[in-house]
């Protein structure tokens, strides 16, 4: 069992920066993924952006254009997504989950656990 504790959310306005942490209650099992998500009110949850724990290879959803950057602290079993130039169409709650993913690391179906989710805001 591995359990995800999500923070650094807050509101910004647009333009603005946000670094959000998950971190881990184990530290990353080798094969694993770790990937961030989002869900706006109303909407599918959909990914964001990804990292292979044991290769350190980043994915990342178009949408993300540059703007956010993802990355990892083995040591302190925790991974950031780092989120520059904020917009108000990225406000939405944010997750991050783990899993061992075979097809697709931008897609929450393998994702075995994750996290309660940090809200992030954006104004115009």
């Known amino acids: 069992q591995v359990q995800l504790v999500e923070s650094g959310g807050g509101s910004v306005e647009t333009g603005g920066s946000l670094r959000l942490s998950c971190v881990a209650s184990?530290?990353?099992?080798?094969?694993?993924?770790m990937g961030w998500f989002r869900q706006a009110p109303g909407k599918e949850r959909e990914g964001v952006a990804a990292?292979?724990?044991?290769?350190?290879?980043?994915r990342y959803m178009n949408f993300t254009k540059g703007r956010f950057t993802v990355s990892q602290d083995k040591a302190k079993k925790t991974v950031y997504l780092q989120m520059n130039n904020l917009k108000p169409e990225d406000t939405a709650m944010y997750y991050c989950?783990?899993?061992?993913?075979?097809?697709?690391?931008?897609?929450?179906?393998?994702?075995?656990?994750w996290g309660q989710g940090t809200q992030v805001t954006v104004s115009s």
């Open positions: 989950a783990t899993g061992l993913i075979w097809i697709n690391p931008l897609g929450p179906a393998e994702y075995e656990y």
């Open positions: 184990v530290h990353f099992p080798r094969n694993n993924v």
């Open positions: 990292i292979y724990i044991e290769e350190n290879i980043p």
